[in-house]
């Protein structure tokens, strides 16, 4: 039996009874509201849990056609695809995989809509709806920002043949609580009512992190309901990173200790490939018994293998000196986190493993050489 102790690291662990409770306010909001929730396959995509997840939500959105055939084959229910622009071999295979699928700006519409609708397919027509809510990274993470590549803008719609469009589709928020969501819902609404009387439905996109603490869910449902009366449409979510928040962690193990003027330790995990937003957003994960620089009386600076100096994922202190391998767990490490993986400088890929609702520790992935090497066409 696999504990915590002999758990091989570095090893991204999802907590299954965590996940359940997040996806437990997903139903609430699809009962309660009435909407449709989709599963962002972008942020957080284990097929191996997905027979769990399919009972909780509609279906999966897709970023292209990888996400959309991993999607239709291992989740099931509804698949939706947006993507910025598609390849006309890309748009091809979607339109068979996907019932749904989105176009970026009313030219691609023209330029590819008739294909998508002879294939059988919902269109959706992504909007810029002018609407800044992102809470990290400022421009980096606002679909928003000033010269964004995403979604149709507000003076050209009403070039748009809205009658091939079935879903008014904005995305605009990044980790928001209920006052983005909401504040996104009334903006629409308050902006783009012409358009929406010709659709089915709106999808509000994701970055909705309905289970962050503070987030008002019973505010979110009530927001959801007025629009659906407002509008008579359905209404569609697509959250990826709301839906896993805090249900699993990264496990690492110290490798060696270093002093350049000041205590160095280096880890079998890194942020360069493991945890690639620490340095993209930037952000700090918290270690679990870990406190800030100086907090404890042993403060240590934490770097992965690879030669990226700024491979640093951050400075802690402990109650004891580290020693190689002591175990260090990385808190909130499922979105956006192992689907962004990578192997520079042949670093393993960090292993994939669940802790059942029973407390057993499950291994979904056995990552070896045989993986850095097919990557590299060899
Ligand atoms: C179009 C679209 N939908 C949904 C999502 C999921 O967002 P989140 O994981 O922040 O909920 C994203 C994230 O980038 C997105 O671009």
């Excluded at 102790?5 to 996940?19: E, G, H, K, N, S």
């Excluded at 979110?220 to 697509?238: C, R, S, Y």
């Amino acid at each position: 039996m696999i504990t915590d102790a002999t758990l091989p690291t570095p090893t991204f662990v999802l907590d299954m009874a965590r996940l359940r409770g997040n996806l437990e306010t997903a139903k609430r909001v699809r009962e309660e509201a009435g909407c449709k929730i989709l599963l962002a396959t972008k942020a957080f995509a284990m097929p191996a849990v997905f027979p769990m997840m399919r009972d909780y939500l509609d279906g999966t959105t897709a970023s292209g056609e990888y996400e959309a055939i991993m999607g239709a084959e291992t989740f099931g229910k509804e698949v939706h695809v947006y993507s910025p622009a598609y390849t006309q071999s890309e748009l091809n295979a979607v339109t068979k995989i996907a019932q749904h699928v989105y176009f970026n700006s009313a030219q691609q519409l023209e330029q590819w809509g008739h294909s998508a609708i002879d294939a059988g397919c919902e269109i959706g027509l992504r909007v810029n709806p002018g609407y800044s809510n992102a809470t990290l990274g400022g421009d980096l993470y606002d679909p928003c920002a000033p010269s964004s590549r995403f979604g149709e803008i507000a003076s050209k719609l009403d070039q748009v043949d809205w009658s091939k469009v079935d879903i008014f589709h904005v995305h605009a928020l990044c980790e928001s609580l209920h006052e983005g969501s909401i504040g996104l819902i009334n903006h629409v609404a308050q902006h783009f009512a012409p358009y929406l009387k010709q659709v089915k439905a709106v999808n509000f996109g994701g970055g909705h992190f309905l289970n962050k603490p503070g987030y008002d869910v019973d505010a979110l449902i009530v927001a959801i309901k007025a629009f659906k009366t407002q509008f008579d449409v359905e209404v569609i979510l697509e959250p990826g990173g709301g839906l896993v928040v805090n249900t699993g962690e990264l496990h690492a193990s110290v490798i060696a200790l270093h002093w350049n003027d000041k205590d160095l330790a280096i880890i079998d995990a890194s942020a360069s490939t493991h945890m690639p937003d620490v340095l993209e957003v930037p952000y700090r994960p918290d270690i679990i018994g870990a406190g800030e620089a100086n907090e404890k009386a042993h403060t240590y600076t934490l770097g992965g293998k690879t030669c990226m100096t700024g491979d640093v994922i951050g400075t802690y202190s402990f109650d004891k000196p580290l020693t190689p391998a002591d175990r260090l767990i990385f808190t909130d490490q499922m979105h956006y986190s192992f689907v962004k993986t990578n192997t520079f400088n042949g670093s393993p890929l960090a292993n994939l493993a669940i802790r059942h609702e029973d407390g057993q520790i499950e291994m979904v992935s056995n990552f070896g050489y045989e993986d850095f090497r097919v990557r590299l066409g060899a």
